[in-house]
Structure formats: C-alpha cells, structure tokens
C-alpha cells in the first residue's frame, strides 16, 4: 500500500507541473512602414580623354580633373563635398589588317560629389558642372543620411511594436482573454515562412536610380519597413 501511495503522490505531482507549465498564448505581428525624403544626393562623376600618348594622356585627365574641382570650389555649395575615387589608364588597340596595333591610352577619373538634396543646392552643383567646362559622364542616386537614418529606425521598431501590442489587444478581447505578459520578442521576422529573414539593416536598403538633367530636383520618396513577431501569455477572463 505505501509503494501505491507513492506512486500516487508522483503521479499528482507531475500532473500538477505538466498543467502549470500548459500555459495559454498569443502570437502576433506587427508592421511598420515610413515613406521619407532623402536629404542627401550623390553625384557619380567619371572624367575620360584619350591621347595617343601615355604621358599626354594622364596629364590633360588630370588637368581636366583639376578645372573640375576648381569650379567645384568656387561654387561654394554649403555642406557639399567632394570626394575623388581614382584614376586608371587603359591601353586601346585596335584590329588594322587582321592585327592588333595600339591606337593609344584612355585616362579615367572617378569622384563623388556629396550634396545635400536641396533643390537650390542641386542647381547650384548643376550648374558648377556646366561651368567648369569639363565633359564629364554622371549619375546620381537620392540616400538618407546616418542621422537621419539613425532617427527613423527607432520610429520604425516604435511602430512595429504598437502595431503588434493593438493586434494583440483586438484579438484577446475578441476571444474574452486577458493579456499577461510578454514571453517573446522576435526582432525581423520574414514575411513568409519560405522568405529569408529581413534585419533591420537590409530592410531600410535605400532605392537608388539613375537621373538626368533638371530630374535631378525632383527624388522620389524612399520606403522604409519594419517587423516584428510578439509571443504573449494569456488567460481566460
């Protein structure tokens, strides 16, 4: 009879841990998406010329390239910035007769321009391009800056999570729950259980395109998204 009592208390006790560790929950997600300006442009410039010889070649780039930068200067564009990327020379050939001769060097310079994505401003830098009386090939992609980055990421998880915490009381009070508390946060959760996971960082990728001309003035807004999965403890009201 005692081995049977025994018995009988172990099995209790583990029925008892088995329904306290049972507990109801609630999962949801939550979204957010911000549509903002850009507040930075970037002008890719590549400056090109050819001579039939070496040292010729490298000089008139770089005096092409100087011309540039000083007309660049002298615009005088408040919180622009200029940065050069490098040069490289390229032998070219061409096929005479069925051969191969070479028909001198191209010189090619590359530089950013940094401009903040003001519409004045964008003309100004247009407009410097144009007198400095350099051809030169460009384009240019709208971005945000870190700090404004920085600003919209903690608006975008603030969202998210207001978003998630509203689902979460509609669905409790629909099913006559309470919500207890918070037993799981997932931060970036995929869209679809065959999607690769988007972090924070690749969710605010910024779209680039390529513009000409007087387009340059007129960016389109960049969307930023966000996610994230909430698990919830719940009970019956």
């Known amino acids: ?30 979204e957010s998406k911000i549509f903002q300006m850009p507040d930075i442009m970037n002008i890719s410039i590549t400056i090109s010329n050819k001579d039939i010889d070496y040292q010729s070649c490298v000089d008139g780039n770089f005096k092409q390239v100087s011309d540039f930068k000083k007309a660049v200067s002298n615009a005088d564009i408040k919180g622009a910035e200029l940065k050069d990327v490098g040069q490289r020379v390229n032998e070219e050939r061409s096929y005479i007769g069925g051969k191969s001769v070479p028909n001198g060097y191209r010189a090619t ?86 999607s690769p996971i988007r972090y924070m960082d690749e969710a605010l990728s910024v779209k680039s395109a390529e513009f000409g001309g007087e387009s340059f003035t007129n960016p389109n807004l960049i969307t930023l998204s966000d996610r994230v999965a909430i698990d919830f403890q719940i009970e019956a009201k």
């Open 1 to 30: 009879m005692k081995k049977v009592s025994a018995l009988l208390v172990l099995l209790s006790f583990i029925a008892n841990s088995y329904a306290q560790s049972a507990i109801s929950t609630l999962s949801v997600k939550g």
């Open 109 to 194: 310079y590359q530089l950013i321009w940094k401009v903040p994505a003001k519409s004045k401003l964008i003309l100004q830098s247009l407009e410097a391009m144009r007198n400095s009386g350099v051809a030169s090939n460009y384009n240019a992609n709208y971005q945000l800056s870190p700090e404004l980055l920085k600003s919209i990421e903690t608006n975008l998880m603030e969202q998210a999570v207001a978003d998630a915490m509203q689902k979460a009381k509609i669905l409790s009070a629909a099913s006559n729950c309470e919500l207890l508390k918070i037993l799981q946060i997932k931060y970036g959760v995929p869209e679809s259980p065959n």
